[in-house]
């Protein structure tokens, strides 16, 4: 068998986080300690072998790259201290631009270089939506952000839920669409890597019930990644994140629906919610989590780098630094507002629109991917072992 290594693709993961892939001497170790993997295609030493080798469409193809929690099991163990599970985060890193659409904006996204853009391009955007609204200065009265892009007396939508939506929804529209075209590519690139048969596909709904669901299941409820045992903190500031951007997701669902479709016919739900309204209550303990979550997992990633003497990537940091980002500028809007200091709460509020908009744009791109690909990955390894994919009809 003739290889041919892609060696730019070696340059790029060794340059983000798998600078160590050439150490591996193929022991297997790392295979038998992670917790993760499976024992009929057990990860991650088949994986250290293809890096080195430069084998990018293979490793793209493989969902087992998405398996790993990267919890460093395999790392503490590695007697040629090769960092496989750092490894594994770089192919991923390599994975979400591939896989990225539009391929500009994933390029984009994925370089520090460009940081100057990336924050620019949201920050232009809502600035240009402020002035074009007329509502660029500070408002008289009560600080209310109901009214941060001004008022008009149209009482069924208001002024600055519609420049919201104007900003919002395009930018949460492009990164479904991407990050649908992204799984569209890699369940294709996965499927071929099985020689999958083309002839039997389970029916949406039994695609959703025996692969999708499950894996839903388990990612909520934390069962395979509570089972690292070197780096437990991952797990512990992991959940609280995630359950923290689920009640998020329900208040932001909810003030759509309240404001955009039923506030047309009931004008009174416009407005700020009481504090003591329920989703208010949940918004602001969902806030609370975030904060707490990427704290911890901050501390870890700061604490390993500095026991390792080695600086992180920017794949690492980006989104801890957007998300601990949207949290503060949030809890500051809100703090601010409460102590009746206009300026000071319209500016953390102008940068909690931007910051969240930067969550949304570049969603498909970052670490914040493996949400839907991990998802995809595990409903993957499930379906590769169905008679679906093996050209038997189950059922
Ligand atoms: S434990 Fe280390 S040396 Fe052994 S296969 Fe895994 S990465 Fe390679
Ligand atoms: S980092 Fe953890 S989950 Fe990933 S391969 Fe290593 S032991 Fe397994």
Redesign the pocket.
Known sequence: MQINPDLKFIRYLKGAGGD?LK?????????V?CPLSGDDKPF??KE??WAQWGLKDKLVADPDIFLCHQCGD?TA????????GD?LGAIRAYAYTEYGFPSGLARLATAAKNLPLLIGIPAAIVLIMWYISGGMHLPTGEIDFGHFFGHWDFKYLTKTTMFIDLIMLPAAGLAVFSAYMGVTRMWKKMCEGINASPEWRPSCGKFINDFLWPSVKEILSHDRFNECGVNKDRARGHKPLMYAFIGLLIVTTYGFISKDFIGIFVPSLHGPLHLYDPFKILANVSAVALLYGIFILWGNRSREESESGKQGTFYDWFLIYEIAAVGITGVLAELTRLAGLPFLAYLFYFCHLVSIMMLFLYMPYTKFAHMVYRTFAMAFERYRDSGFANGVKAD
């Not at 150490?23 to 295979?31: G, N, R, V």
């Not at 163990?77 to 496989?84: D, E, L, N, T």
Request: aromatic fraction near 8%.
């Open positions: 160590t150490k591996c001497f193929q022991c297997a170790t790392c295979s300690v991650p030493r250290m072998i395999c163990y590695c007697p040629r201290g090769a960092k496989p490894v």
